[in-house]
């Protein structure tokens, strides 16, 4: 079985951009080291580079990119800038950050090799239709649960299942991330045992009054 993923979306939380993402990073960094888990940061573009720079260990990826090349683009988020800044991933079509079908197409035929993709679906027909762009990873996110007390592993299992069969029917190659609502180790082992490769959360870690103690909850529950 290859390594769990946690992956902690820090979003524009207030915990978790400028100086407070650099020390939500420098914990995460020091937790990767003590779990076989892979730990993902995905930060702000604006935080980005420091991020990588003061923990080159820990896995970085982007919240979004743009689909474009290089030249007279103004304004956007560029994959291979983002790659050269440290980036070995991506998320796409966050919930909070919708693009079309052709856009997330667009944009997963430019992102550079070494660097991975995460595209979020909100349902299992969203799924269906982005396994077929051959994404690395497709995170299944019902946007109602997003940031609410109750994780999708209790409130909805049924579309974690259904989301990991209809992806794998159309493209086994892509894994599947349980989002929305997770907080704890008893909800990642639930979304391993649904039969998807790890977790994508957010304010379970970045509004947690130690975040560390929860990291480590959500560490330590996939071996037990
Ligand atoms: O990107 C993860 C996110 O949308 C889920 O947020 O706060 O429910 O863990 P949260």
Redesign the pocket.
């Known amino acids: 079985m290859t390594k769990p993923i946690i992956c902690v979306?820090f979003?524009i939380h207030s915990n978790a951009f400028g100086e407070k993402a650099s020390e939500l990073a420098s914990i995460m960094s020091k937790i990767s080291k003590e779990f076989d888990i892979r730990l993902v940061a995905?930060v702000s573009a604006f935080d980005l580079s420091s991020i990588t720079s003061n923990f080159p260990d820990l896995e970085v990826w982007s919240q979004h990119l743009d689909p474009i090349g290089i030249g007279s683009f103004t304004g956007s988020l560029q994959p291979e800038n983002a790659f050269y800044h440290g980036a070995r991933g991506t998320?796409l079509n966050?919930?909070?950050k919708k693009i079309s079908l052709d856009q997330i197409k667009n944009t997963l035929s430019l992102i550079p090799e070494g660097m991975v993709s995460c595209v979020?679906a909100a349902d299992v027909n969203q799924a269906k239709a982005i396994a077929a762009f051959n994404p690395t990873m497709i995170?299944v996110?019902p946007p109602e649960?997003?940031?609410?007390d109750i994780s999708v592993t209790t409130a909805d299992p049924e579309i974690i299942k259904n989301t990991v069969d209809a992806v794998k029917s159309v493209n086994p190659n892509v894994g599947v991330l349980t989002?929305?609502?997770?907080?704890n180790g008893v909800d990642v082992e639930m979304a391993i045992k649904l039969g998807t490769v790890g977790v994508?959360?957010?304010?379970?870690v970045?509004?947690a009054e130690n975040p560390e103690e929860v990291l480590r909850d959500l560490c330590s529950s996939v071996f037990n």
Not at 145 to 148: M, N, R, S, T
Not at 179 to 183: D, L, P
Not at 200 to 204: D, E, F
Request: proline content about 0%; overall charge positive; some cysteine.
């Open positions: 979306n979003k995905a998320l966050h919930a909070e979020c995170a996110e649960l997003i940031g609410g989002g929305a609502g997770i907080k994508l959360l957010a304010s379970g970045t509004k």
